[in-house]
């Protein structure tokens, strides 16, 4: 079956780590958009965001066509309207986890973890994850909030091993 793993969640919501945890949990390829976002920093001394946006798009593309399953580890939030067709004509299932953490608890985590909101994103990335969540709610495969968000990890590997079940 071709599918893949994504999500929704502001910055800093704990993607990354569920990405890591599921990818070793399924031996599923990772695409990550902050390694990607990272190499265009290496290679330029600068974010390109154009460059960026390009690789990104292109490495997403080839994975498509190759037919693997695997995680995209982004946020589909701001971009799920550019992406969906692709998706969809490479005929792939998808699975969205969506990171539905309260602001102040977001706050508390990027706080936690060190993160300085230097360009003001962070409640405009909020502010998005809302938008999208009252559009595409129907798209979501498993939601983790503040009440369960220390066991997402484990929340996250049972829904995709009970929704690849249900896909056979």
């Known amino acids: 079956m071709k ?3 994504t999500f929704a969640g502001p910055i800093g919501s704990s993607k990354s780590p569920i ?3 599921l990818s070793h949990q399924f031996n599923l390829p990772i695409l990550s958009n902050d390694v990607i976002r990272t190499e265009v920093i290496e290679d330029l001394s600068f974010l390109d965001e154009e460059e960026f946006r390009r690789r990104a798009r292109l490495r997403c593309l080839d994975l498509l066509k190759s037919g693997q399953a695997f995680i995209f ?9 550019n992406i969906e067709a692709n998706i969809q004509q490479s005929q792939y299932q998808v699975f969205l986890i969506s990171l539905d953490i309260s602001y102040p608890f977001l706050k508390k985590i990027h706080a936690d973890k ?3 909101d230097t360009t003001g994103r962070l409640l405009s990335n909020y502010q998005q994850h809302q938008d999208f969540l009252k559009q595409f709610s129907s798209l979501i495969s498993v939601s983790i909030n503040d009440d369960n968000f220390k066991n997402r990890l484990s929340i996250s590997a049972n829904a995709l ?3 690849l079940k249900q896909q056979r």
Do not use: G, I
Not at 73 to 81: G, K, L, M, N, Y
């Open 3 to 5: 599918y893949l793993v």
């Open 19 to 21: 990405a890591h945890y």
């Open 73 to 81: 580890d982004a946020s589909v939030d701001r971009q799920w309207q």
């Open 114 to 116: 060190k993160y300085h």
């Open 161 to 163: 091993t009970q929704w």
